[in-house]
């Protein structure tokens, strides 16, 4: 069941990525071809934190600009949060990751 709701909170994310944002390549941003590996790894990490029991995917952004994986939104605790990030950065080709998620006390 978890992993069922993980492939579809995934697939849904990976076809919101396509169709909010389009093709389009503006001048000095991504190619297409990072565009494309970023929508994936954006995929996957919700993908992740879907199948995590401890982070709430739905209250955590996740954004990828040229393998770079920015989070933002809010946190339960400080666990949270850094859980995460760790899943953000165990995901293939992620080259940083930027945290700035806040912890709601």
Same mark, same amino acid.
């Given at each position: 069941m978890k992993y069922a709701r993980a492939l579809a909170f995934?697939?849904?994310a990976a076809i919101t990525v396509v169709t909010a944002?389009?093709?389009?390549v #503006?001048?000095?941003q991504e190619t297409v071809g990072s565009y494309i590996d970023d929508a994936?790894?954006?995929t996957a990490v919700k993908a992740k934190m879907a199948e995590d029991k401890t982070v #709430? #995917?739905? $209250?955590?952004s996740v954004e990828t600009l040229n393998g770079t994986v920015q989070l933002s939104g809010?946190?339960? $605790?400080? #666990?949270?949060k850094d859980q995460a990030e760790a899943l953000a950065r165990s995901v293939k080709n992620v080259k940083g990751v930027r945290n700035n998620i806040v912890v709601r006390p």
């Open positions: 995934a697939a849904a944002t389009g093709c389009a #503006a001048r000095d994936g790894i954006t #709430a #995917a739905t $209250s955590i809010f946190a339960k $605790s400080q #666990a949270e």
